[in-house]
């Protein structure tokens, strides 16, 4: 029988904590994990233009951890135009190869923004918030809060209370997806994530 295993998260913000929880959650299913033995530790950043500067910080605060501490850390960044190999890159330097979490790490990179992912099956999107009709996934564009208005708009067309920005149907809206590797042609990033979630879960379970 698998124990605990222990998933430490530095994270962009709520939109993403919701999101990106029940994906890893997801997969751990698919990984025959048991939910009660997923032990979410979440660790929140401020976010805006200081986040690397947060994460610097995080890695930084963290380098007393046992190596034991924690089974993998999802660190989750958006991209922001850059592309998930550019943020990856950047955020690597910081990770020195002594440090406890040094092959622990697995990066979730949306780009440009979470909201996207939200967005990326509309059969999911419409179940899982329950709206009357599903936005169609919009063109690529960087600007900051152009997913958050689709959402908030097909929110508001099918007269769905939402005091988050439809952030809180994360979770319904990842267990709607039939086929997570459908998606996977839409975003280069959620491809790496979801493969990297999966070889850490093994990697885990091997360890018992």
Sequence with gaps: MVGKIRVLYFLEDRAQE?????????????????TAALVHDVR??????RIVQEFKTFIKDTRGFG??????LVVGIDGNCKGHEDRVRQLKKYIKED??????????????????WYL???????????????PSMPAYKCK????????????KESNVTSLLGGTEYA????????????????????????EGLRRKFRESKTAE
């Design 67 to 72: 190596v034991g501490d924690i089974d993998f």
């Design 18 to 34: 919701g999101f990106i929880k029940a994906l890893v959650a997801r997969i751990g299913q698919e990984e025959s994990i048991a």
């Design 99 to 116: 440090h406890p979490f040094s092959e622990k790490v697995v990066y979730a990179v949306p780009d440009p923004h979470i909201e996207r």
């Design 44 to 49: 929140s950043a401020r976010g805006g233009s």
């Design 144 to 155: 900051k809060a152009h997913y958050k208005q689709v959402l908030n708009q097909a929110l």
């Design 120 to 134: 990326m099956d509309q059969r999911a999107v419409k179940a899982g918030m329950g709206l009357d009709r599903a």
């Design 171 to 194: 979770e319904q809206i990842v267990n709607n997806i039939k086929d997570l590797g459908s998606l996977y042609q839409q975003n280069a990033g959620f491809k790496v994530f979801m």
